[in-house]
């Protein structure tokens, strides 16, 4: 079992900046990639970003690229998505994911993955 703690969500004007974080607990040495999507209201749940634990490579959905980037510290087994030049269509709630099967970079949302339980983030115009 993996547990997953997001947050780091608030309110931001447009063109600011946030930084999530999800910690992960239990079997982590057990994960395979993890990453974020997030569900706008009303919405479906969509990927954002993944990063592969052994080796960090990473994958960013098409509409992210320049604006967001994932990032994972092994050592503290902490996933963050830092993202900048925010859009009032980036307000959703975030959710981290992690996967212990060995995944494509393009994570499912109906994947075998263990779910954080969402931090929101609200981009004013």
């Known amino acids: 079992q993996v547990q997953l703690v997001d947050s780091g969500g608030g309110l931001v004007q447009a063109g600011g900046s946030l930084r999530l974080v999800c910690r992960a607990s239990g079997r982590t040495s057990s994960i395979y990639r993890m990453g974020w999507f997030r569900q706008a209201p009303g919405k479906e749940r969509q990927f954002v970003a993944s990063?592969?634990?052994?080796?960090?490579?990473?994958y960013h959905a098409d509409s992210m690229k320049g604006r967001f980037t994932i990032s994972r510290d092994n050592a503290k087994d902490t996933l963050y998505l830092q993202m900048n030049g925010l859009k009032p269509e980036d307000t959703a709630v975030y959710y981290c994911a992690a996967t212990t099967k060995a995944t494509g970079a393009l994570m499912s949302v109906h994947g075998d993955n263990y779910w954080g339980k969402g931090t929101l983030v609200t981009v004013s115009a």
């Open positions: 990063v592969r634990a052994f080796d960090g490579n990473t």
